[in-house]
């Protein structure tokens, strides 16, 4: 479980990219994608273990000069929010399709 301001702010941020108001870019050699917003710059990394077969979410904010490191493993009751965060965040990058 995040604390509720980390999953307040990953909610907003949900809700800046699918608003187009936030633009992330996409690693895809390390899983993550990354983000700079106001005075932060965020990272969302997925991570699976193949030895317990458990796959997580490493969010990491860094503001003034120190990072600040939050996981979520599957089990966890905001690993969804993450998730959709994160492919949210992915497709930002992609911008809009004409069809």
């Not at 604390?3 to 993550?32: G, M, Q, V």
């Not at 990354?34 to 699976?48: D, G, N």
């Amino acid at each position: 479980m995040l604390p509720i301001n980390i999953k307040n702010l990953a909610i907003h941020l949900l809700d800046e990219t699918k608003h187009n108001n936030l633009k992330w870019s996409y690693d895809s050699y390390k899983s993550r994608i990354s983000a700079s917003y106001k005075e932060m710059y965020i990272t969302l990394t997925y991570y699976f273990d193949y030895e317990s077969e458990v796959a997580s979410y490493v969010f990491d904010l860094y503001m003034h000069g120190k990072p600040y490191i939050f996981k979520e493993n599957m089990f966890g009751s905001d690993y969804s929010l993450l998730s959709i965060l994160y492919e949210q965040g992915m497709a930002s990058e992609l911008g809009d399709f004409n069809f």
